[in-house]
């Protein structure tokens, strides 16, 4: 298995061009959110019945969607997992509040779609293909590259 850091040098690879880079660092979140927003539209009867409420932070895809990522992020550092837990919460939560007031699955099917356009377009920049085309994997480094990018003191 490859250490975080090989993931993140071959994802870097593809990610050079400084446009390319900030387009990345506001789509790959949306993205992110967006697949929560999703899942937390779907309910899961099974939580429901488990957990004995309708509560729409509990009761949803998302969870065990999550649960499986950190399983991966652990795997490859533990430093990582929290930043992931951290914007997982921060989008649960956000989604949670927009289900009050929006269709939140055809909500962030748009904001999925906006976002995608937005990736290809960056890479279009940079000329280069996007890392997942070489490695599915690339779809779950993405983001903690960029909580990374998020986190690490600027130079």
Not at 97 to 122: C, D, K, M, V
Request: hydrophobic content about 50%; glycine content about 4%; aromatic content about 18%.
């Amino acid at each position: 298995m490859k250490t975080l850091q090989q993931w993140y040098d071959a994802y870097g690879k593809s990610h050079q061009n400084n446009t390319n880079k900030k387009i990345h660092y506001i789509c790959v979140p949306l993205i992110y959110f967006s697949i929560i927003g999703m899942l937390m539209a779907i309910p899961n009867t099974l939580l429901k019945k488990l957990f004995h409420t309708s509560d729409i932070c509990i009761n949803n895809w998302a969870n065990p969607f999550l649960v499986l990522l950190f399983i991966f992020y652990f795997r490859l550092d533990k430093t990582t997992v929290i930043r992931m837990l951290l914007l997982s919460f921060v989008s649960l939560m956000i989604n949670a509040f927009l289900s009050t007031t929006l269709p939140l699955f055809y909500f962030n099917l748009s904001l999925f779609g906006i976002a995608w356009a937005g990736q290809f377009y960056g890479h279009h920049l940079e000329g280069k293909k996007p890392s997942f085309f070489q490695d599915i994997q690339f779809l779950l480094i993405g983001p903690a590259w960029v909580m990374d990018n998020f986190f690490r003191p600027q130079k």
